[in-house]
């Protein structure tokens, strides 16, 4: 029983080491792509918005306007 947990420990050791050794030899490919993306990219500022409340606020006022003068011709 000793020398099959034995196996099968030296086993498990064997495949993790394995393992890690086939994920560091592809790590180094992967790394220069990953460190290309962000200098590809650049940050943009955002726009600042165009302040047309103004504008819509006076809009808002001429239209009601009119229609209290059209209102009274009306009647």
């Known amino acids: 029983m000793s020398k099959i947990l034995s196996a099968l420990i030296a086993a498990a050791f064997a495949a993790v080491t394995f393992s890690a050794v086939a994920a560091d030899a ?6 220069p792509a990953a460190a290309e993306a ?3 990219e ?4 955002a726009k600042k918005a165009k ?6 606020k006076k809009a808002k006022a001429a239209k009601a306007d009119a ?3 059209a209102a009274p011709a009306a009647k």
């Open 26 to 31: 592809a790590a180094p490919a992967a790394a």
């Open 42 to 45: 650049t940050a943009k500022p």
């Open 51 to 56: 302040k047309t409340h103004k504008k819509a």
């Open 38 to 40: 962000p200098k590809a």
């Open 67 to 69: 229609a209290m003068e």
